[in-house]
């Protein structure tokens, strides 16, 4: 009598070549054994029949977001801005503004750039010493250096002189932040560009983009929106509720300096 054999049920082209029985009466050869164990352990070892070579157990690749870290393990590469955009930076507790002239990625993915300032002075910082990026896009091409002369001049103004320049008063910021917090289809969230349109109803160029965003992390605003962060940098800026920015507000301006700001008067 024949019966299947065990190995039958590992449907590879070897066994099924083999037919993978046994004889029962009368009992198998010793040849037919080691046939059988034999093919059995190409089998686990991934043979392939077809070219006569071991099949990795594994499928290896290359891709341009990982690099190998060794033992196998991948590490996935950080997004790193472009050589040529101007960036808002710290070093050594300083704030600064700079360019990136070259961009790298260490070991562990982290990516890393040298950094020239508004001075010539060189530095090589870490992304997560990145505040604000202005990436130069083809319509500023033409004009990167005066660009970097107004990047590095409006990081020195002060608060009152980036309402000036922006033409948006502490008034007018409680009025974004009303219509921010009764938008139900929104998440509540608003941010430097979309600050600007909201109140001049057109799109915010390269610097007024970069003045609201230092507009919106100013004191007078934090009364009426808390900073949303990612990766480390302030991107985006939700409403506060009615009755946190009742206690703000009050606490704002209780304080001497802030007596004469216009949003205590609203």
Same mark, same amino acid.
């Given at each position: ?6 190995f ?8 099924? #070549?083999a ?7 009368p =009992? ?16 686990? #070892?991934? @043979?392939?029949?077809?070219?006569? @070579?071991?099949? =990795? ?10 690099? #190998? ?45 040298s ?6 002075k /060189? @530095?090589?910082?870490?992304d /997560? %010493? ?9 319509? !500023? ?6 660009? @970097? ?6 990081? *020195?103004?002060? =608060? ?6 922006? *033409? ?11 219509? %921010? ?5 929104? #998440?509540?969230?608003?941010?430097? +560009? ?16 970069? +003045? %609201? ?17 990612? !990766? ?21 301006c209780?304080?001497? *300096? !802030? ?8």
């Amino acid at each position: 009598r024949w019966t299947t054999s065990p190995f039958q049920r590992i449907n590879h082209p070897i066994l099924l #070549s083999a037919q993978a029985c046994r004889i029962l009466s009368p =009992p198998a050869s010793n040849t037919m054994i080691r046939y059988v164990t034999i093919a059995s352990a190409l089998v686990l #070892s991934g @043979f392939s029949p077809a070219n006569g @070579f071991v099949i =990795p157990s594994k499928p290896t690749y290359t891709s341009a977001l990982c690099s #190998s870290k060794g033992d196998g393990d991948e590490v996935v590469q950080q997004h790193a801005f472009t050589v040529g955009t101007l960036v808002e930076f710290e070093d050594k507790k300083r704030t600064r503004v700079g360019k990136i002239t070259a961009s790298e990625h260490k070991s562990n993915g982290g990516a890393r750039y040298s950094v020239e300032d508004h001075d010539g002075k /060189k @530095f090589d910082i870490p992304d /997560k %010493a990145v505040h604000y990026a202005m990436k130069i896009t083809p319509d !500023n091409e033409r004009r990167v250096a005066a660009l @970097f002369d107004e990047f590095a001049v409006a990081l *020195e103004e002060g =608060p009152a002189d980036l309402e000036k320049d922006l *033409e948006i008063t502490g008034e007018l910021l409680q009025m974004a932040w009303e219509e %921010a917090i009764e938008d139900e289809d929104s #998440s509540h969230e608003i941010t430097a +560009k979309s600050l600007v349109e909201l109140i001049h109803a057109h799109s915010a160029s390269a610097l007024e983009a970069y +003045k %609201a965003w230092r507009l919106l992390r100013t004191e007078a605003s934090h009364v009426f929106f808390k900073e949303i962060k990612s !990766n480390g940098r302030v991107v985006a800026f939700k409403a506060k509720t009615a009755k946190t920015v009742e206690n703000t507000k009050r606490a704002f301006c209780t304080k001497a *300096e !802030n007596a004469e700001e216009d949003l205590c008067f609203v």
